[in-house]
């Protein structure tokens, strides 16, 4: 069974800077892609970065030029750079894997956990 560890999360203040990881630990055939998502309470959970299996990347317009989204393809573990962080930024953090457990299985999504990310002002 897939599972996601999510760690890095935490208090910083504005300006400050996070880096959030998330390991997959299970059978993986293939990924096709991971990112991050975020949520606060009252609102719908959000995009925020994702890496393809290719390396293509994308960002929320909110967060690109100071997030930086990276994959170690060798752990199967994706990261999340958070510079010049925001109190706006402050939410639960999701990892997201898009990957297939075999040749012939349907694409698999697992979520982790969630981290709390807080910036004060």
């Known amino acids: 069974q897939m599972q996601l560890v999510e760690s890095g999360g935490g208090l910083v203040q504005a300006g400050g800077s996070l880096k959030l990881s998330c390991a997959a630990k299970g059978s993986i055939f293939s990924i096709t892609s991971m990112g991050w998502y975020r949520q606060v309470p009252g609102k719908q959970r959000e995009l925020v970065a994702v890496?393809?299996?290719?390396?293509?990347?994308d960002y929320a317009d909110s967060v690109k030029d100071r997030f930086t989204i990276s994959r170690d393809n060798a752990k199967n573990t994706v990261y999340l750079q958070m510079n010049s962080l925001k109190p706006e930024d402050t939410a639960v953090y999701y990892c997201?894997?898009?990957?297939?457990?075999?040749?012939?299985?349907?694409?698999?999504?697992?979520w982790g956990q969630g981290t709390q990310v807080t910036v004060s002002s």
């Open positions: 890496i393809a299996s290719g390396g293509r990347t």
């Open positions: 997201n894997l898009k990957s297939y457990i075999n040749s012939w299985s349907p694409v698999s999504i697992t």
